[in-house]
Each structure stands twice: as C-alpha cells, then as structure tokens.
C-alpha cells in the first residue's frame, strides 16, 4: 500500500549536521514541520527546526517522544546506531530502515555486501587482529590504505602504507580498532551518483558528479562529470543495484573510483544525501534534499534533470580568520549561489558552506570557481 504523509504532518531528522538543515529547509518549503534530534544545543538543523530535541541517540525516552511526534524519521548521518532506527521502527515508519543503515556503517561489511553483488571494489582484505596482516602478503598490492572500519569521514582514520611493515605500524597507530586494509587504485578520476528510490522501488537518478578531493576532504564537484555515456551507465546501474539490493528508501549515494584503465569501482555507499549532491540545490529541477522529502512522505519523484552546468567548491573552516572571509567576491556574481549552514564555530577541515556556480559549460565554470576560490583564501 502507498500512503502518503501529507504537508502539515511533522518530520523526524536523526542528527544536526549541514544535510540534516538541508533537509528541514526542502521539508518546510512543502510545507511540513520538522523535530530534529541532535545532542548538540547549537547543531545546524536543530536551530532551524520546528522543535530540537537535544538528546542522545540512544536517549529512549528521547527517541520514544521523537516517534509520538514523527509521522516519518530518516537520518543525515550514518553513524546514527542501527539500534536507534530498528527502536523507532517499533513506533513509526524509518526510512531508511535499520537494516539497509547497518550494512553501511562497517567498511568490511560494506565491501562484502557491495562484491557480493558482483560489482567491483578496490581488492581488500578485513583486518580485525595484527594476525590478520599476513594475508596481506601477495593479496593486495602496495600502494594501499589501512582505513578504521567504522565512524571514519573526510578522509580520517586513514593511513597510507607502502609495505606489510607499514600495515603493522598503522594497525598501532590506530589503536589496534577494526580496520580495512585496501589496495590504492590508480586513479583517473572519480565520480558519485545521488539517487532517490521510493517505497514501490522506483529510482531517479542524478547526474553523475566529478569530484576532486584535497586532504580526503570533497573540494569541488563537476557537473556534467567528463567521464564516457558508457561510463556513466555504468556507475549508475551499479549504484541502482546497490540500492536495490539495501530495499533502500530515500536519498543516497555511492561514490566510484574511475582507474587509470577506465574501470568503475565502487568506493563507498553514502546511506543519505551526499556532498557531492549540492549542485542539485541550484542546478536541477529538483534537489536532492526535496527528493529525500518526497521518497519519505511517499510522494511523486520529482524530475532530477540538470538545468544548467554546474560546479560546487566546499568552503571549509580553513578560510575563516578572525572574522569570518568577506562574501562580497561570491555575492556580487550574478551567476553564483552561497550556501552557509550556520555553524558557530570555524576549524581547520571543517565544512561551513559551499557555493554554486552555473555556467554555460564546465570549463568557463572552473576558471571563475578556481578564482572565486583563490579569493576567498583572503587578503
Ligand atoms: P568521505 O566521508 O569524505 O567520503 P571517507 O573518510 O569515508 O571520506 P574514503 O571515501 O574511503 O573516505 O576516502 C577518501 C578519499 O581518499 C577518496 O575519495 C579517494 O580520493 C581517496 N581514496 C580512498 N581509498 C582509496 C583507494 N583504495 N584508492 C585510491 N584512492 C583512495
Ligand atoms: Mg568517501
């Protein structure tokens, strides 16, 4: 049965973050009131929300009100504990459910799940005790990363290793936690596909995004990405059958590397809205925060075609001083878009905002990203 939660009814968010507001900006356009719960007084969606719960995300009591007042809750963040959606799912409709979000938050499970799909991945080899390591030895190849296999973003929790005695000292240096051990493929470039796939199992599809990341952190995405229409295809079927194969329901994404030999190989599944999906706020008919909106409350998918070229630059923490940069060099732009999310405080790796730029084609796009990034860096 399709039921519809109407405009009007309320909203759960699990977590505060920039994606969570995103998202209560998109719920309350069409007219929906929004509770978000983050343990945080000053999150970015909490101090937009029709009501903050200020709670843990096992708080059941807290979790219990959030379920009497929700018509639906979904999540921006995918370190929410699975716990915490399968208690909801007790009271109220989750989406995405706690199965789909538990296969998500564990790197090795992750991989696992997306191979055994048949869609490649980097070659990896779990790493849960220093016992483990030697099986590195002439299964995966070196250049490779030993990464924590859980709550790691942005590139942390990571470390490069060039040699088996490189793994050991980064299995210390990581505090002897899970990890993943994987091979560094040599890359070409690398492209995300956002996609929303409703209750019925409908999907729409984004554009492919370019992305660019300095420091493991997502600098800028491309759009339209310049990757082949047979690579295209391809990163978006693999993507599709991913989300198929989670029974996902919402907005999510999957992130591709693109190998020096042409190959799509799945990087990570983002079991939410994602980064490389901001551009959809200015550039497509629908953004991928109205969409997360619509697959939540069972409404119509809406049209996710690109209206325009289009390039996102991250602003990070990095270009505050004293005082926050002056905006005037992306403001007095007639074809740029500035993005802030409200965050009080400014550190070094830390997302604050990100802009948009829409041209006629990507290349004009860079050349005024590029400079409009440049100054920003400031006087
Ligand atoms: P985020 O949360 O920002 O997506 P993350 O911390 O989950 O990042 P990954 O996506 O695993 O980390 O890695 C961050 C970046 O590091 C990748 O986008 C890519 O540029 C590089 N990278 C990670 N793993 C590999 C690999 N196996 N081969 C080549 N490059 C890699
Ligand atoms: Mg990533």
Redesign the pocket.
Known sequence: MNSQILPGATLGMLGGGQLGRMFTVAAQTMGYKVVVLDPDTNSPAGIIADQHICAAYDDQQALSEMADLCAAVTTEFENIPAQTLAFLEQKTTVRPSSKALAQTQN?NVEKQFIASLGIAT?PFLPIRSRDDIAQADGTIGFP??L?VATF???????VPCDSLDDVYIAFDALGEKECVL??????DR?VSVVLARSETGSVTNFPVAE?V?IN???HSTTVPASVSSEQSEKAIQMANQIAQGLGYIGTMAV?F?VSTDGDIIA??I?PRPH?SGHYTLDACRTSQFEQQVRMLCGLPSGDCDLVTPVIMINILGDVWGNTQPNWDSLLTEPNVKLHLYGKQEARVGRKMGHFNVLAADTASAMAQADRLFDALQGE
Do not use: M, P, S, V
């Open positions: 790197r980097a490779a990363i990464k790691g973003y942005d590139g942390k929790g990571q994987e091979q560094r493929i040599k890359l690398e992305n990341h493991g952190i997502l992130e590397f990087n990570e983002a980064n």
